[in-house]
């Protein structure tokens, strides 16, 4: 599995024209908008994702 993540829209402006950047690694750039932004995975969750779908009342 590789660290490696890229994204398909800006989370800036949506846009798709992404580029990845020279200046960080898992960094990317956005020709539309001019922003750079990185991604960095920080783990798995411990529990997962799971639907409440076992009649545990949330709050
Ligand atoms: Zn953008």
């Known amino acids: ?10 989370p800036y ?3 798709e024209d992404l580029r990845p950047s020279a200046e960080a690694h898992g960094a990317w750039e956005c020709a539309a908008c001019s922003r750079a932004f990185q991604l960095k995975f920080l783990g ?5 994702l799971k639907r409440s779908d076992s ?5």
């Open 1 to 10: 599995m590789s660290e490696r993540a890229a994204p398909f829209y800006c």
């Open 13 to 15: 402006c949506g846009d």
């Open 44 to 48: 798995l969750l411990s529990q997962g």
């Open 55 to 59: 009649g545990g009342a949330e709050i």
